[in-house]
């Protein structure tokens, strides 16, 4: 069985999908953007019979935007997310118009690497200094982004006993935007 596995868009630019919500249909093989236009996919899942759902999405977003499928709950998300899950749709909702990219395939074990900070998006930084007034915790969202959403990527700088830094570790071993600033002393950092 082949798989099917493809970038959006192909010339690994991004598209800005216009604000309202907007849905990619890999059945149809379709986007049906906000603002009534339409655009096809490379593929679409009725011209195969031994393949009816994607199982992984690599996303790559240049503001905030809400994201669902036909089999996961509704998500925020900024920067770029990996998703293992079967899915037939991917409805994106936008407050503004925002650049995306997105690579798709069948398979749930591709593996992609490529950089979590894939993104033009100016952030902005948080820092918490310890007693001696070192940088302990930075984190990073997008502009506005409240330090109770879970939109942060947190590092963590650790430091020997004569305060040279001597590790950056993520919140949960994760670079994604995912976590929540207000509790960021209660991630494991890896």
Do not use: C
């Amino acid at each position: 069985m082949t798989d099917i596995t493809f970038d959006y868009p192909s010339d690994g630019t991004r598209k800005t999908l216009p604000i309202g919500l907007n849905i990619i249909d890999f059945v149809d093989g379709i986007i049906k953007f906000a603002d009534g236009t339409k655009e096809d996919l490379p593929y679409k899942l009725s011209d195969y019979t031994n393949h009816d759902h994607m199982s992984y999405l690599y996303i790559t977003t240049g503001e905030k935007i809400t994201i669902e499928t036909d089999e996961m709950g509704s998500r925020t998300i900024l920067g770029t997310t990996k998703i293992k899950t079967n899915f037939k749709y991917i409805y994106v909702t936008t407050t503004s118009p925002t650049p995306i990219s997105f690579f798709v395939s069948t398979n749930p074990d591709t593996s992609l690497d490529i950089s979590e900070a894939d993104t033009d998006v100016q952030l902005i930084t948080t820092i918490e200094y310890d007693s001696d007034d070192d940088p302990i915790y930075i984190g990073e969202a997008a502009p506005s982004t409240s330090k109770s959403d879970p939109l942060w990527r947190i590092k963590k700088i650790t430091y020997d006993a004569s305060k040279n830094p001597t590790d950056i570790q993520y919140a949960d071993g994760t670079q994604t935007f995912t976590k929540v600033w207000n509790d960021r002393t209660t991630y494991s950092y890896s």
